[in-house]
């Protein structure tokens, strides 16, 4: 999982990717640092491109998205944002979410 530090870094990656995934979280948070492996593991089974954002050393970045509570996912599909999963999810619901996204892309 790539690490963000600026906001023409996503941009780029959202460009290059059909697919992406971005995890915001802060170093403080204790479930959304428990979930992140959980999460890779997800993407990395998928071939899914994903990157990581904290929202203490980058607030820009979650602001511009409007990522206000943590950790929030977001899925981009061709460089729109598609599902968003904020505060309290399961991994089921990270697992459809990403499944659904790679459907979109297969279709096309």
């Known amino acids: 999982m790539i690490e963000l530090s600026s906001l023409a ?3 780029a990656l959202k460009s290059e990717h059909e697919v992406l995934l971005v995890y915001f979280t802060p ?5 959304g640092v428990s979930l992140f492996d959980r999460v890779s593991a997800q993407v990395q089974a998928r071939a899914v491109s994903a990157a990581r954002v904290d ?5 820009a970045i979650a602001g511009q998205h409007l990522v206000l509570a ?3 996912i977001l899925v981009f599909v061709y460089g729109r944002e598609f599902e968003r999963l ?6 089921s619901d990270v697992e459809r979410a990403l499944e659904r ?8």
């Open 86 to 91: 904020s505060r309290v999810f399961s991994m």
């Open 27 to 31: 170093p403080s948070c204790s479930v």
């Open 9 to 11: 870094q996503l941009d």
């Open 55 to 59: 929202t203490t050393a980058y607030p």
């Open 101 to 108: 996204a790679l459907e979109i892309v297969e279709q096309d």
């Open 70 to 72: 943590f950790p929030t």
